[in-house]
């Protein structure tokens, strides 16, 4: 399962290859390929997923022959679920729209906007009322509020998300020092090739420093280091 707030690109590639590291994992050195078990991929976004090819919130995937549709294996599946598509279809037609399992997990999932840290208060209401009738949703939904009203959970949460962010932050900023220092060795190392094949000609260190506007003595370092 993967868990996408903000929009990510190569999301289809990149849910393609989690599929393929967790398919092939699953067989182990002698065992036979029937006993691989079947693999599902669910990919929960707050962004539209396929914008231009459908408004579904919920779009599921297999590979299947082009002109008779048959499957090719029921090993593979892909589901994409849009949080913002579902949002929309909710507040405009919920009442009319025909209700899934899923529902109650994606209504908790949408209820609070990530971005305003606000909780949609007739979604939360409904949701409460589904709770009342079953069991499992009304589990959830008491640890939901548990971990988002608990100080000590919150605390927890907010460390481990700075700390990721900070890692990030390091990782970047390392990534970019080594970019640049990579990039003036480079420098370094064609200015020295230059040197010595104008050194090569007979140019004098006097000639090369004043071509190059550089010190004579820098010059003659480079020329007798290479």
């Given at each position: 399962m993967e868990i996408q707030i903000v929009h990510q690109y190569s999301m289809p590639e990149r849910l393609l290859y989690y599929w393929a590291r967790l398919f092939s994992s699953s067989l182990s050195k002698?065992?036979?390929?029937?006993?691989?078990?079947?693999t599902i991929m669910i990919a929960?976004?707050?962004y539209p997923f396929f914008p231009h090819e459908t408004d579904r919130f919920h779009t599921v995937f297999h590979i299947r022959e082009d002109e008779e549709q048959f499957l090719w294996s029921p090993h593979l599946e892909f589901h994409a679920i849009d949080l913002s598509q579902f949002m929309i279809k909710w507040k405009k037609y919920r009442r009319d729209m025909k209700r899934s399992p899923e529902w109650p997990w994606l209504m908790m999932l949408s209820a609070v906007d990530s971005r305003t840290k606000k909780v949609d208060e007739k979604m939360f209401r409904e949701l409460e009322g589904i709770a009342m009738a079953e069991q499992e949703i009304l589990e959830a939904l008491e640890e939901w509020q548990h971990l988002s009203v608990d100080p000590e959970n919150r605390y927890a949460y907010e460390m481990r998300l700075k700390w990721l962010l900070d890692q990030l932050t390091n990782i970047r900023s390392e990534r970019q020092a080594g970019l640049e220092q990579g990039r003036e060795e480079g420098m370094k190392q064609k200015e020295r090739e230059i040197i010595r094949k104008m050194a090569e000609k007979g140019m004098s260190i006097a000639q090369i420093a004043h071509i190059l506007d550089r010190d004579e003595e820098d010059v003659r370092g480079m020329v007798e280091s290479s």
């Open positions: 002698g065992e036979p390929y029937s006993s691989l078990p079947p929960i976004l707050n």
